[in-house]
């Protein structure tokens, strides 16, 4: 690759995961990839640099989206005893995935992902489970509508882990219920093939990764699991590994009273989960599952918003992190998206449950420092892309916040990051790169309007108070 290629950025600050550069230059090849980071400023680099006066931070990796939730925003919310737990919201989820059509699906997903950009997230993991057609028919192409989310995420310019869902089963060793028809694979083979056929192998640089999605303890058997497990091992062995767990109490439940076991104790006991896994939520796991996901260094998926949304209950955060446990955040339903936010909320709803402020132990960070950088850590581990970090050999996802903006007036880089936390996500970065492409600039994504009235037409249609 030649060296004209190349891009130069300089930002006045530059956070690279752990520490910051004033000022920092960032060189990115001709593939988007970060080649090179200093903050010692040279004429020569002087000369070559593109200028952001604001702080750069790496872009955050969103570790659980189901997009296509985002259609139900506002339309579950409890009134009186309607909605008034997990599952009822549940059966309306259900009702809204037999609803959707591939390019409903298509245009949903665009949008969100356009918003995750804007919001500061440059890659997500896709839990994606709507493989069928809404009669409960494969499509022609079993891949069908997989295919949308790729396009959705290529027309957003968003790093996308597509994890489609392995779903056997409807509960413990029970079959999948007739309104879950959409999510069935016919059988682990015929998953592993949905899975090639998506292309397992991919370049450094390249936007898609695809991984593997077990729904959860309760929607596959040991032995499906087990076949699961290695036939990716056999095509793809780092690709990663994402699973559901224990949510809601009524999953803890189940599993014990079935299999005699908390959830993450049976798939301790049973398999060598490791750093390529995700588990989702982990809201009702015990002292000692959070022991033993931390020693096997897989990571936790948060998703505050909607954890809180729907009344799951909260993680038992300083007791992971006692353990040095991964996590990541994730937007899961997409009611609303930031990264701010989702760690705002992580943050303040640890804060009322133990009346206090100093919730972390104390290692010189501040709170906001410690939570970004947490969450940088884990999402680039749970999506397997290279991101999380501005160092070479990672790919160039930057964020870029205005220093002027009323948020950061006055802050420098050792409050910016508590600033921007604090902000709740109204205080959202002013440019955006993806794989060393500008996709936000002066806070509006390029394709923001066109993606905007398709997802209009769907949601209208959908939500129609006439039909
Ligand atoms: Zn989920």
Known sequence: MSRSSNKTYRFSHLYRGDDWLSPGYVDVDANGMIVGVTGVPTSELERRSERFDGFAVPGMPNVHSHAYLRALAGFAEPIGTRNRDFWAWRDRMYELALGLEPPDIEAITAQVFVEMTKAGFTSVGEFHYLHRAPDGRPYADPAEVSRRVIAAADAAGIGLTLLPALYMHGGVDAPLGERQRRFASGSVDEYLALLGSLGMKREPHELLRVGAAPHSVRAVTERELRDLIDGLDRAAPAAPIHMHLAEQRGEVEESLDRRGERPGEWLAHRFAFSSRWTLVHATHCDQNELAEIARREATVGLCP???????????????????????????????????????????????????????????????????????????????????????????????????????????????????????????????????????????????????????????????????
């Open 305 to 467: 918003v909607t954890e809180a949304n729907l009344g799951d209950g909260l993680f038992a955060l300083p007791a992971y992190e006692a353990e040095r446990g991964r996590w990541g955040v994730g937007t899961d339903s997409n009611t609303a998206i930031g990264v701010a936010l989702e760690l705002g909320v992580l943050e303040y709803g640890q804060r009322s449950a133990r009346q206090r402020r100093d919730v972390h132990s104390d290692d010189g960070r501040s709170a906001g420092s410690l939570l970004f950088a947490s969450a940088l850590r884990g999402g680039a581990a749970s999506l397997g892309q290279p991101v999380g970090s501005v160092e070479p050999g990672k790919r160039a996802d930057l964020l870029v916040f205005d220093p002027n903006a009323p948020a950061f007036v006055g802050h420098d880089i050792d409050t910016f990051l508590d600033a921007w936390l604090v902000s709740g996500g109204a205080a959202a970065p002013s440019q955006v790169m993806v794989g060393g492409r500008w996709v936000v600039r002066d806070r509006r994504h390029l394709r923001e309007d066109e993606v905007a009235r398709r997802f209009a037409v769907v949601m209208s249609r959908l939500h129609r108070r006439d039909a």
